[in-house]
């Protein structure tokens, strides 16, 4: 059986900037081709792609990542009994995620319930209490936030002890399988680890490549200085001084999408009548929109590095995920007055027939968003689209596909 397999190939330019930082506050780097390249973990632009799901999806589609979930849980639930404090139902929250999960629910590190008094929250009696946190993050959709609120409210409403409400006969069950349905678009595509309870994993249907610069770059060193507002004509020098490292790369992004698994993952939990498609359309238009207009914030402030691609493209294949990194692997030229990205297209223009060919594995499918003529080797690859048109015309490709099979 073929499957459907998403490819979302980016160039884009970065100018100065310091958008994903390693250990020592230096721009992430890699070497490549036998050339240090400029780096951007998967990770990173994962977490920009997920922020950028907010202005894209409804909350209710989404989930939240965090070891706050005992608070997140609370408020869902008091938010259906306001006459509950959040002391009461903390308890009675911190066992049904236990049940959910089977991670370790306890109360937060000491010295984390306040923050710049030089106190110790635990032993300060005028900290304000802290709800108990997981002892790793948890990832949890809106829906099953709300499906184990209503799971505790039922304990709450008996005045039950939590730790006896828990033991209720079938309770652990039904806490687990609200956990492993109805997962949210960003679970779906980017999977979760539950190292407690394994059997609620969910593998990801998004596979995200390190970004690569297509050609070698250097490390550069900005000195800086600020001036004291408050200082007078006779105070001279400095406030501050300090350096911050940058540098400037086109990159080459690519990512890839298991439209099966993700369906798979979107599946879970529906009930009879309910259908996937259009949930998976709106996931995968989603995702290629976020994907594609997300930026990492890493000094964003101090750069304004606020690029969009030179290149989009888009492919739907029956097979195999396939990266194009392969057309850098010899950087491409350096000594020239056009620039890096009319060279990457080149490249990539030429690499993406030639794998394609050798290896017959054409796609069923390409789209192709692009930005002036530098950009003009890419056009003969396929469907010149814009930006929405793109994003419109997967999703139909995508939903059609899963119409066709049944």
Known sequence: MSRTILDVHILQ???????????????????????????????????????????LLD???????????????????????????????????????????????????????????????????????????SSY?????????????????????????????????????????IASTRHSVDIALFGRMVADTTDINVDAAAQVAHALSVHPVDLETDYFTAVDDQNSDAETGAGMIGTVDFNSATLYRYAAVDIDLLTQNLDAGLTDGEDSGTPVRRAVEAFVEGFALSMPTGKLNTFGNNTLP???????????????????????????????????????????????????????????????KQTQDLAGLGNDVNLRELVTQVGQAVQARLEKRG
């Open 13 to 55: 330019t970065v100018p100065p900037s310091n958008i994903n930082r390693d250990d020592t506050g230096a721009p992430k780097s890699a070497v490549y081709g036998g050339v240090r390249r400029s780096r951007v973990s998967s990770q990173a632009w994962k977490k920009a792609t997920r922020k950028a799901f907010e202005d």
């Open 59 to 133: 909350p209710a589609e989404l989930g939240v990542r965090t070891k706050k979930v005992v608070e997140a849980l609370t408020a869902r639930i008091r938010e259906r009994e306001e006459s509950l404090s959040a002391e009461v139902v903390w308890p009675m929250a911190a066992e049904i995620i236990h049940a959910a999960t089977g991670a370790k629910i306890e109360a937060p590190a000491r010295g984390s319930a306040t923050k710049g008094n030089g106190k110790d929250g635990a032993d300060d009696p005028a900290a304000e209490p802290q709800a108990p946190q």
């Open 137 to 177: 993050l948890l990832f949890l959709s809106a829906r099953q936030l709300d499906g184990l609120a209503k799971l505790a409210i039922k304990g709450l409403a008996k005045k039950a002890d939590p730790k006896v409400f828990v033991k209720e006969s079938g309770l652990k069950a039904q806490a687990k399988q």
């Open 310 to 372: 030179d290149a989009v493209i888009v492919k739907l294949r029956s097979a195999r995920p396939i990266s194009f990194v392969g057309a850098f692997e010899n950087p491409v030229a350096q000594d020239t007055a056009d620039g890096h990205v009319r060279a990457a297209c080149q490249a990539l223009a030429e690499h993406i027939p030639a794998v394609e060919t050798a290896f017959g594995a054409p796609a069923d499918h390409t789209w192709i968003v692009r930005v002036g």
